[in-house]
């Protein structure tokens, strides 16, 4: 049994609000939004976090940011702007133990937050 839960929305186990796929991310709604649009980008390959992407071939991590620039563009968000955040351990933020890319939008976003 899969315990990581983003692994489980990846195979399709868990329901997620889903809003792109390939065969190596997945893209869908994040369950507590801290912006009108927060969306999360995963690679559908377990890893903890960036900083134990170490394996990745270089072409994977250069297709994950341009998967999410056009989903942002594809979301109708390019114009005002967006913002991709990428929490990294307990410290940087990471709730959950599997690489994910935050993309916010809808809002004016100011850095730093609060």
């Not at 190596?24 to 994040?30: R, T």
């Not at 390959?45 to 940011?65: F, I, M």
């Not at 620039?69 to 599997?98: C, F, K, M």
């Amino acid at each position: 049994m899969i315990e990581c839960v983003f692994c489980r929305i990846a195979q399709h186990e868990l329901d997620a609000q889903i809003v792109d796929e390939d065969p190596d991310f997945i893209a869908f709604h994040d369950a507590h939004p801290v912006a009108p649009v927060h969306l999360l980008l995963i690679p559908k390959r377990h890893v903890a976090s960036l900083a134990e992407w170490t394996e990745v071939e270089p072409d994977l991590a250069g297709r994950w940011l341009l998967r999410a620039r056009d989903l942002a563009a594809r979301s109708g968000l390019a114009p005002s702007g967006y913002r991709l955040v990428i929490n990294t351990g307990e410290w940087g933020g990471q709730t959950v133990a599997h690489l994910h890319l935050h993309l916010l939008a809808g809002r004016l976003l100011k850095w730093p937050p609060g």
